[in-house]
């Protein structure tokens, strides 16, 4: 059984400031825009997924690598749709067809790899590709990376995007795993700023 991990007082105010109360259920799929944000949950993560494993509301998980138990696992629990951000360099070194178990699960797999070089940039078309995907889904969504960095990014482009306030979202993926405070793209900008297409306040300040 996954145990919960505390999460930090700043989150659960700035996800009370955004929608007034942190009860109740909350999902992300197929919604065109999000008026409530409860605070991510930090899971345990052995034997599952490396370095971060965090639960939001009922229908979203975003993580570091799973392993082949993970991917069960996230089956067992509804999830229909896993999207990757690792490059396939890293995916060659994880020991296992993370393709081809989730279909074997019978899941959908999203490859959307970026590591914000020439070749893997951090672009807005990536997040339009990530917009869609939730959009259409039919179940959960696992989204992950390596250690929850990229996803956390990510994610948080995709909550700036469909309203919420940046202040808000920022903390929330800072909760997880953003590091915008001492880790950057090779160009001197955020990913998520590079997601997004537009300079975030507040990004790399705390």
């Known amino acids: ?34 008026r409530a944000l409860p605070a991510p949950v ?39 749709t896993i999207v990757n951000l690792r490059t396939p360099p890293e995916m060659a070194r994880i020991g296992f067809d993370e393709p081809k178990l989730i279909a074997e699960l019978g899941m959908k797999y999203v490859y959307l790899p970026v590591r914000g070089d020439a070749e ?19 179940g959960k969504v696992l989204l992950h990376c390596t250690v929850a960095w990229r996803a956390s990014h990510l994610w948080g482009a995709y909550l700036i995007q469909a309203g919420v306030p940046a202040a808000v979202a920022l903390t929330h993926a800072r909760a997880i795993n953003l590091m915008d405070e001492h880790r950057m793209d090779s160009s001197g900008r955020q ?3 590079l997601f997004l297409g537009k300079s975030v306040p507040g990004l790399g300040k705390r």
Request: hydrophobic letters at 45%; a positive charge; proline letters at 4%.
């Open 1 to 34: 059984m996954t145990r919960a991990r505390p999460f930090s007082t700043a989150v659960v105010l700035a996800a009370t400031l955004f929608h007034g109360s942190i009860a109740g259920a909350q999902k992300f799929v197929k919604q065109d825009s999000i």
């Open 42 to 80: 930090l899971l345990e993560t052995a034997g599952m997924f490396q370095d971060r494993y965090a639960k939001v509301g009922d229908d979203m998980f975003i993580a570091g690598q799973p392993t082949e138990k993970a991917l069960r696992e996230m089956k067992a629990q509804g999830v229909t």
């Open 120 to 138: 893997f940039p951090y672009s807005t078309e990536t997040l339009a590709k990530f917009t869609d995907v939730m959009r259409s889904a039919q």
């Open 191 to 193: 990913p998520l700023e």
